[in-house]
C-alpha cells in the first residue's frame, strides 16, 4: 500500500472516533450501526445456508433419518450458541459450556457430512 493510503485511512478512522468520542449520543449511534452490521452478516448467513441446502437438498433427502436428526440438531445448537452467547459469557462456566456445546455440534455435523461423503 501507498504511504498515503495508509495515512487516509488511519485518518478516516480517527475521524469516526472522534464523532463517537464527542458527539453527543455517538456511543448510541455507534451500537445501533454495530448491531445492524451484525444483523446484515446474520441474514447472509442465513441465506448462504438456505441456499446451500437446497443445493445439496437430494443429499440431505438421501440421509438416514437419524444422521439427519443429528445434522439439523447441529445445526440448531449452533443457532441457540449464537444467539445466546451474550448471556453464556457473562460467566466463566457459560463460556466453558458455550465453548463444549459449540464443539459438540461442529462434530456432530462432522462426522454426518464425513459419513456422506464416504459412500
Avoid: C, H, Q
Avoid at 446474520?42 to 436428526?69: C, E, K, Y
Amino acid at each position: 500500500m501507498a504511504p498515503m493510503v495508509v495515512v487516509r485511512n488511519i485518518a478516516i478512522i480517527a475521524v469516526l472516533a472522534l464523532g463517537v468520542a464527542f458527539l453527543p449520543r455517538g456511543g448510541d449511534v455507534a451500537e445501533a450501526v454495530l448491531t445492524a452490521v451484525t444483523m446484515a452478516f446474520l441474514v447472509v448467513l442465513t441465506l448462504a445456508v438456505f441456499r446451500l441446502a437446497r443445493a445439496n437438498s437430494l443429499t440431505l433427502d438421501s440421509l438416514p433419518v437419524s444422521r439427519r436428526a443429528v445434522l439439523y440438531s447441529s445445526v440448531g445448537l449452533v443457532v441457540l450458541m449464537v444467539a445466546g452467547s451474550s448471556k453464556m459469557f457473562e460467566s466463566g462456566l457459560g463460556t466453558l459450556a458455550w465453548i463444549l456445546l459449540l464443539g459438540s455440534a461442529g462434530i456432530g455435523i462432522w462426522l454426518v457430512v464425513s459419513e456422506a461423503k464416504s459412500y
